[in-house]
């Protein structure tokens, strides 16, 4: 069995790492790829859109429901966002999904003045590494490129359109304190949604990034938990891997 872990906007796969290894040491197969333009420097990211975003995690469902007899898909933030594209776009090869505090909207009047400010202004503050645990850290830009961010607005809109289209089995988890992303964007992504089987997780302790927060071991459990009712003893399946 493979799950697809999708990393967040700015960010990088260790934010989702402890996540993956705790999933791959009960023997499920872990895919976590680095998305384009992430974890080197700002200035690769302005280079890139959403379009490539999509599709380095597209090609990695591909890959893994051909070594897996089901796959889940599952992220957090935009990476959550990307998890909820694949299971509208590939129906049954999608098994059922996570999402951690998933984005449904840039947010704010400054968003609107995307189109424009981008072509003035390169970037903006970052909004990596909100974490309540003390000691804790993601690696993710320091600033936010305003080309890359135009482009993360125009997917979440189109996303938005398309989550009617997600049907498969969706397990949300979000943190009750999150300064990035706010809790109407968990409402709309369960308002929009044709899933029957829908679990929310309000977690109490977390900020932003709940996978390496204090919550991060209920995330790491109520997954799996998740993903063994809907497939009862197939991790015993292969060899289990994080890559």
């Not at 384009?36 to 490539?52: F, S, V």
């Amino acid at each position: 069995m493979g799950v697809l872990l999708c990393h967040g906007f700015t960010g990088s796969p260790q934010s989702l790492r402890p996540w993956a290894e705790h999933h791959a040491a009960h023997g499920l197969t872990v895919s976590l790829p680095l998305l384009p333009g992430h974890g080197t420097r700002w200035a690769d990211m302005q280079l890139t859109t959403w379009h490539d975003w999509y599709a380095a995690v597209d090609r990695e469902l591909r890959v893994l429901t051909e070594r897996c007899s089901r796959v889940f898909v599952a992220g957090l933030s935009m990476g959550g966002a990307l998890a909820l594209r694949l299971a509208a776009r590939h129906g049954e090869r999608v098994a059922g999904a996570v999402v951690v505090n998933p984005a449904n909207r840039v947010h704010g009047l400054s968003a609107y003045a995307l189109p424009v400010a981008r072509h003035l202004v390169r970037t903006t503050k970052g909004i990596a590494s909100d974490i309540a645990k003390e000691g804790a850290a993601e690696l993710g830009y320091d600033r936010v490129p305003l080309h890359a961010a135009h482009s993360l607005r125009l997917f979440l809109r189109r996303l938005d359109g398309e989550l009617p289209q997600v049907t498969q089995p969706l397990l949300l988890l979000r943190s009750a304190r999150d300064h990035v992303v706010p809790a109407a964007d968990s409402a709309r992504v369960l308002s929009r949604v044709s899933s029957v089987d829908v679990t929310e997780i309000v977690l109490e302790h977390s900020y932003h990034v709940a996978t390496l927060d204090e919550d991060a071991d209920r995330v790491f459990e109520e997954s799996l938990a998740f993903i063994g009712r809907l497939a009862p003893g197939v991790a015993e399946e292969g060899t289990a891997a994080v890559g």
